[in-house]
């Protein structure tokens, strides 16, 4: 008899995969080699992801070498892992950047592996605020794939569709709209109408017609996606509550009021219900709930939800992120209106700053905070 050990994986009792796009952790296994060949296990023992994954990577460069395809994604693996870490992010920049280096030398750039790692890279430096960086990327990715895989290929225009997301953030959005459409109309031609990622790719470019102010149009957009979307029981699914929260968007913009705060109290019900008050999606409902409130001229209502929002905003990106940008910036206004001149020019300063570091100071996101730090030192009586 013989004792030995394993990573036990697969169907073989593994535990949940710890985060999107990862293969699934294992366990330690120590198992008993019986005389006539079989194998009794004898004890196990978790593995926490990060040490698995680390492992894996440094057997694979052991067995294969540090330039072999094998080792290369599973080190792209552990940084995956480790963009899920907290305090771990920038690590997982810097391995991200240099496999992108290294499988662009040995595989070329316009490579399947290279261009995942560099949307890897792209999507973690949209998450962590680099939003010029991760515009660069994310177009060197969809461009090189669209060369590769063709331009209606889903890798293609899933990267398309998260360089519209950074263009949004950017606050570039007829460009992101005009992205957005041709995606949507790509997956439409392709797959029909009802299918999934069609109806994800109808929400997201109606959102991106709320952004470009273009609301009757979203609205209509977005009212037969939700009638769709309860034909099917889906509304209460990840696509029906943002195409719901969207709805809400539009119809505040255009100023149909009670309609607008009865969807996205429901919305945000639903939301806080599923997935907590701090999720990302629950936020921005909190966000467009408050825009709803602000413009019915509930002030202190609309301040406490932004307050808490930017609390969470800052506690899960960072003080610097552009999400707590505009979750400030969006607080400033409400407390201009409500005639909190002073905290609000303190926040706004402190926009004025981050805004001129992150877009540039000839953004419209800066010019306008000029604008009203003059305003409000004009009018400080």
């Not at 709320?210 to 939700?226: C, F, Q």
């Not at 419209?364 to 730090?373: A, D, H, S």
């Amino acid at each position: 008899m013989a004792l030995g050990w394993r990573r036990k994986r697969g169907d073989d009792g593994r535990r949940d995969t710890p985060g999107p796009g990862l293969p699934p952790a294992a366990d330690l296994v120590v198992t008993m080699l019986n005389d006539d060949g079989t194998e009794e296990e004898i004890s196990r023992v978790g593995l926490p992801p990060d040490e698995f994954y680390g492992l894996r990577a440094n057997s694979a460069h052991q067995r294969l070498g540090p330039e072999h395809p094998e080792t290369l994604r599973a080190f792209r693996d552990y940084a995956r892992m480790l963009t899920h870490m907290q305090g771990r992010q920038e690590e997982a920049r810097e391995r991200l950047m240099a496999l992108v280096y290294t499988q662009s030398q040995t595989l070329g750039y316009v490579h399947e592996d290279t261009l995942t790692t560099s949307a890897d890279l792209a999507g973690l430096m949209h998450v962590t605020g680099e939003l010029a960086k991760s515009e660069e990327v994310w177009r060197s990715v969809w461009t090189s794939r669209a060369e590769l895989l063709g331009p209606d290929h889903p890798h293609t225009l899933d990267s398309a569709s998260s360089l519209a997301s950074v263009l949004e953030d950017l606050r570039r959005e007829p460009e992101a709209a005009a992205l957005r459409r041709d995606v949507l109309e790509r997956r439409k031609r392709l797959l029909g109408p009802d299918d999934p990622a069609v109806l994800s790719a109808t929400s997201s470019h109606a959102a991106t017609l709320v952004k470009a102010g273009h609301w009757a149009e979203a609205e209509r957009e977005l009212r037969t996606l939700v009638a769709r979307l309860e034909r099917r029981g889906l509304q209460d699914e990840d696509t029906g509550l943002a195409a719901r929260s969207n709805l809400g968007a539009a119809l505040c913009r255009l100023d149909r009021l009670d309609e607008a705060e009865a969807v996205m109290r429901s919305v945000l019900t639903a939301q806080q219900r599923a997935k907590g008050p701090a999720h990302p999606d629950a936020l921005t409902t909190r966000n467009n709930l408050a825009a709803v409130l602000h413009a019915r001229e509930h002030y202190a209502e609309a301040a406490r939800i932004l307050r808490e929002v930017l609390a969470l905003t800052t506690q899960h990106k960072g003080d610097a992120h552009p999400d707590t940008l505009h979750a400030r910036d969006n607080l400033a206004n409400v407390l201009i209106d409500n005639g909190d001149h002073q905290e609000a020019a303190t926040l706004l300063t402190r926009c004025h700053t981050d805004y001129t570091r992150t877009f540039g100071p000839h953004h419209p996101l800066t010019r306008t905070t000029t604008e009203r730090l003059t305003w409000l030192r004009d009018n400080s009586a």
